[in-house]
């Protein structure tokens, strides 16, 4: 699987581009597997993709340079706030945790390689992918729904992060 995320990510996108893409896919799918095997998004992990996020903001692209790079940590900040948000009242109102900070976190990479138009889109298709996993899996085991149910959401977010990543690629 990786092997093919990285080969696409070079015939998409040659050169330095095609690069940061292949990386992206690496770290993306690492993090969807932990998150699906342990319930954790590894901060390691997370750094490495927002780091390599900033990297790419600076020296790739039109908008290249400082100016690039203050747009990816302003988007990275107005996906992950209103989320860090909704986290701590979810947790205040209900006492439990809802989303947890890697995913939080893991929004915030998001908004660091993405543009505005593709952010919403990945975030409402992992959102609407872990749901129907969801609703699947309790429908094929017989299991009735549950409110309490654990769901790893960075196994859907972190894939259509890179996902979404190629859609940019492809358009531009």
Not at 24 to 47: F, H, S
Not at 155 to 168: C, K, M, N, Q, S
Request: overall charge neutral.
């Amino acid at each position: 699987m990786l092997l093919v995320a990285v080969a696409v990510s070079l015939a998409v996108a040659p050169g330095p581009e095609g690069l940061f893409g292949a990386l992206l896919a690496a770290l993306m799918l690492a993090i969807a597997v932990m998150d699906q095997d342990r319930y954790v998004i590894p901060n390691e992990l997370t750094a490495a993709a927002a780091a390599l996020a900033l990297l790419r903001a600076g020296i790739v692209g039109p908008d290249a340079g400082w100016e690039g790079v203050l747009w990816s940590i302003g988007r990275a900040c107005a996906v992950a706030l209103p989320l860090l948000v909704l986290t701590e009242g979810y947790r205040r109102w209900r006492g439990r945790d809802g989303l947890g900070l890697g995913d939080v976190k893991l929004a915030g990479v998001l908004g660091a390689w993405l543009g505005w138009v593709t952010i919403f889109a990945v975030l409402e298709a992992a959102t609407l992918t872990a749901i129907a996993a969801y609703l699947i899996h309790a429908m094929v085991h017989r299991r009735p729904l549950r409110g309490t149910a654990f769901l790893p959401f960075g196994a859907f977010l972190a894939p259509a992060i890179w996902l979404g990543w190629l859609a940019e690629a492809l358009m531009y």
